[in-house]
């Protein structure tokens, strides 16, 4: 079923908080990584809001949904979303990358904050995550894994094997939502070394795959609509996002992979993604 206005206009205000909290984690912490993010915000809001069943009362529940974020240092934004679903505190958010913090650079596993897996070395997520869609098959649990990827992350030959064994074992309940941007830590993807197309490689290693418009809430609900109905075979969506997304200056460029906006970049960034000017100067000196 399509989406209601309602529900659209839902997921879009907790993209946009995606957005804002990226931004602001990052520029409190002085380092991080902005431009993944932003421009995951838009199908990772559908995913947690819409479909990964991970809840505050679940969450220690064996049979429950599970996700993995492979891309690891794009964990900002996961940590917001897992904070509007009520796992991680808001009040933690400002802590990210602070010494003794729970939210560190890259994802640890904790599951009172609904953490699944550590990652941040690219590779390893597909794999993890497939084992965990055969685990829940094999214990004939209802759940679902999701895991986020990146066309940086399928460039590691992991990812492949994974590929390979999830379609002959007919893992149904897997998909791998990758973040399709043409950038990667060092710049353009297509320079550095090209993966090509990766709904073809993920068709021809026997996976469902479709190629979506990372920042269309409907056409990305849709699609993960159509993974949950597939029963023989696991889902890829190849979402084509711009890193950066909402943020004039970030948008599109490599430099913002890994690089914490100053006070006067974050100020613009946050007025760009529609934070009145008093809450911005507030939020600036709150992040101090
Ligand atoms: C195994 C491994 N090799 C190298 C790195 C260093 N590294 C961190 S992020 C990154 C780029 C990954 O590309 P992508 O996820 O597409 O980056 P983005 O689109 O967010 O810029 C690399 C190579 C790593 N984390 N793990
Ligand atoms: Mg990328």
């Not at 974020?69 to 808001?90: D, E, F, M, V, W």
């Not at 003794?100 to 953490?115: A, V, Y």
């Not at 353009?188 to 021809?204: C, H, Q």
């Amino acid at each position: 079923m399509a989406l209601t206005q309602e529900q659209r206009e839902s997921v879009q205000a907790a993209a946009l908080q995606t957005r804002i909290d990226t931004i602001r984690m990052v520029h409190a912490a002085e380092c991080g990584h902005p431009g993944g993010p932003l421009g995951m915000a838009d199908f990772m809001a559908t995913l947690f809001m819409r479909h990964l069943d991970l809840t505050p009362e679940n969450r220690h529940a064996a049979n429950r949904d599970r996700f993995i974020l492979g891309n690891g240092h794009t964990c900002a934004g996961y940590y917001s979303l897992l904070s509007q679903k009520g796992l991680i505190p808001r009040e933690m958010l400002l802590t990210f990358r602070k010494m003794g913090s729970l939210l560190q650079g890259h994802p640890h596993l904790n599951h009172d904050l609904g953490i699944d897996f550590s990652t941040g070395s690219l590779g390893n997520s597909l794999s993890a995550a497939l084992g965990m869609a055969l685990a829940a098959k094999h214990n004939g649990w209802d759940a679902r894994v999701y895991s986020a990827s990146s066309d940086g992350e399928s460039q590691e030959g992991q990812i492949w094997e994974a590929a390979t064994a999830a379609a002959h074992y007919g893992a149904s309940n897997l998909t791998v939502l990758v973040d399709f941007n043409n950038v990667q830590i060092d710049g353009y993807m297509r320079d550095v070394m090209n993966v090509r197309d990766l709904r073809e490689k993920y068709e021809a290693f026997g996976w469902h795959a479709v190629d979506v418009d990372g920042h269309d809430v409907d056409a990305i609900d849709a699609a993960l609509v159509a993974a949950r109905e597939e029963t023989e075979r696991p889902s890829a969506l190849i979402c084509k996002t711009l890193i950066g997304k909402g943020v004039s200056f970030m948008e599109n460029q490599p430099g913002w992979h890994g690089v914490a906006p100053n006070d006067e970049q974050a100020t613009t960034a946050l007025l760009e993604l529609g934070v009145s000017a008093d809450e911005v100067m507030g939020m600036i000196a709150a992040d101090k």
